[in-house]
């Protein structure tokens, strides 16, 4: 972690947020949608979390995306699956 972000925690009393494969466990058995770049660690932290939350996690893994650029890459795409998964969510 580095001094800015210590000094803002240390100023303010905030207190580092839980892992997400902590969390994402507690959001079960509510469905959740995983979407993951195909670039770096991203696509292997989401399996982690996609295995912590079980069977109500999907992942849609977008090779040629960039970290949050699955709506850029594939608009059409990204939009009916996100639509599939609230009409079957909700």
């Known amino acids: 972690m580095g001094i800015g972000l210590r000094l803002i925690r240390a100023v303010s009393g905030t207190r580092p947020a839980p892992p997400l494969e902590d969390v994402v466990g507690r959001i079960a058995p509510r469905p959740i949608l995983l979407v993951a770049s195909g670039h770096g660690a991203e696509v292997s932290a989401n ?3 996609g ?3 079980g069977a109500s996690a999907a992942l849609w893994t977008i090779p040629e995306a960039s970290h949050t650029g699955g709506l850029r890459s594939r608009p059409d795409e990204y939009e009916r699956r996100t639509i599939e998964f609230l009409d079957s969510a909700l």
């Open 47 to 49: 399996r982690v979390y």
């Open 51 to 53: 295995d912590a939350a």
